[in-house]
């Protein structure tokens, strides 16, 4: 079977995305690369059907209801809650679906069932998170919990800072994940490595601003 140039190219442009992966989940410290697509192949989640819509100013105030309803039943200080992803970054589109960060050592299963989450195990953004999905509403919550102190927190807060300040950054990585997403041919693999190593070098330049004092 002939391979085609296009789809040549393709896999050129993956195998250095996937170099630089390797570079930054190497700083990070956290998980290889490889260990890191062998969690998400064993994700558990919600069997939903999810559309990408225009950014929604109703997300930001829904963020800080749950947070409160969470804060109050938990026993949380307000900052142990930090709202993350797409749907905290004005106008960014996004689906409708709620991301957070929740920060405690050890979450009780039962007082999240309580409250209407599903426990679906490891979460995605780090080894040590577990995922609670409350699905009954007309809008999804998803709760990333984790122990104080690791890494992914303040890097998901700084991300999220960084381009709300940040117009043209916010519109350029709108616009790639745009064309990593229509790209014809796409596999899931290629998407996957795409979009991390994009969500990586603004992370990157994230970091640099925060150091920097967040300059304007």
Not at 204 to 213: F, L, N, R, S, T
């Amino acid at each position: 079977m002939q391979v085609g140039p296009d789809r040549i190219d393709r896999l050129m442009e993956t195998m250095k995305a996937v170099k630089q992966l390797r570079r930054r989940f190497e700083s990070w410290g956290s998980e290889t690369v490889e260990e890191h697509f062998k969690r998400l192949r064993g994700l558990r989640l919600p069997d939903l059907k999810l559309a990408v819509r225009d950014h929604d100013p109703e997300w930001a105030a829904l963020f800080a209801a749950e947070k409160e309803r969470l804060s109050t039943a938990l026993g949380l200080a307000p900052e142990d809650i930090q709202h993350f992803g797409s749907t905290s970054i004005p106008p960014l589109p996004s689906k409708d679906m709620i991301d957070f960060s929740i920060a405690m050592e050890e979450p009780p299963v039962e007082a999240f069932t309580s409250l209407g989450y599903e426990s679906y195990g490891n979460s995605p953004v780090d080894p040590e998170a577990v995922w609670f999905w409350n699905t009954g509403g007309h809008c999804i919550y998803v709760a990333h919990v984790c122990r104080p102190g690791r890494p992914w927190m303040a890097t998901v807060v700084s991300f999220r800072d960084y381009l709300r300040a940040h117009p043209e950054e916010r519109t350029r990585y709108a616009e790639a994940k745009q064309r990593l997403a229509a790209e014809q041919g796409q596999d899931f693999l290629g998407y996957s490595v795409g979009k991390l190593s994009l969500i990586g070098e603004v992370n990157e330049k994230a970091a640099a601003w925060i150091a920097a004092g967040r300059p304007s």
